[in-house]
């Protein structure tokens, strides 16, 4: 029979998993259109919202795509990364604990 404790234990990891922010970058070289392919695709926004994320990332620097456990999270930058490697542009993505 666990005690108490495990049981708290086990709830907290099951329902508060440490959420991350994954957070694209501005650059001036990659094309707008990519960056709008990579929202729909890798973060599955819909078009409008991704031109919505691309804009705000476009005027302000940064912008947040989405929220995530940290595998995911760790994931969805590969994927940014690989995607801008593969086409030669810089774009970035970032994690940040919520
Ligand atoms: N600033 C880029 C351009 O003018 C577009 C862009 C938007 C690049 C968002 C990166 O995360 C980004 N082509």
Redesign the pocket.
């Known amino acids: 029979m666990p005690n108490i404790k495990e049981l708290t234990d086990i709830e907290i990891d099951i329902t508060n998993p440490p959420m991350y922010k994954v957070i ?9 259109d990519l ?1 709008i392919n990579i929202l729909t695709s890798i973060f599955h926004k819909s078009v409008d919202e991704a031109n919505s994320i ?1 804009w705000q ?2 005027e302000k620097g940064k912008a947040v795509c989405g929220v995530y456990v940290h595998e995911i999270a760790q994931t969805k930058v590969q994927q940014v990364k690989a995607t801008a490697k593969q086409n030669g542009y810089p ?1 970035l993505a970032t994690l940040e604990k919520e």
């Open positions: 694209l970058h501005n650059d001036d070289y990659t094309p707008m960056v691309m990332v476009h774009l």
